[in-house]
């Protein structure tokens, strides 16, 4: 099972920019899929997250900015992220809390990571 998140880059304040996280692998079920990020010098928080059936969740720094959404058929996540502000540069973090075929637990697996840069 591997987690690929794309869609990172440099942007100016008040811009937007959409990450992707694609699951690979088999999977018997895919639960629920988050983003977090984490800045230079700060622990990692988590940014938004969605469930299998829609239900989201958002940090503060999140509410009104961003929103995330999933297309279970590709088995990915998305995040919008709208009005950027420097306080969002970043490395953002894809997990996903997934059920592997032939294991009796649900496991969190994580993307490597992509960076967002907001300039002022």
């Known amino acids: 099972v591997q987690l690929q998140a794309s869609g990172g880059g440099s942007v100016q304040a008040g811009g937007s920019l959409r990450l992707s996280c694609a699951v690979s692998g088999r999977i018997f079920r895919l639960n629920t899929m988050s983003w977090y990020r984490q800045a230079t010098g700060t622990g990692r928080e988590l940014v938004a997250a969605i469930t299998a059936d829609g239900g989201t969740n958002y940090g503060d720094s999140a509410k009104g900015r961003f929103t995330i959404s999933r297309d279970n058929s590709k088995k990915t996540t998305y995040l919008q992220m709208n009005n950027l502000k420097p306080g969002d540069t970043a490395v953002y973090y894809c997990?996903?809390?997934?059920?592997?075929?032939?294991?009796?637990?649900?496991?969190?697996?994580w993307g490597q990571g992509t960076l967002v840069t907001v300039s002022s």
């Open positions: 997990s996903s809390v997934l059920k592997r075929h032939g294991f009796a637990a649900d496991s969190e697996y």
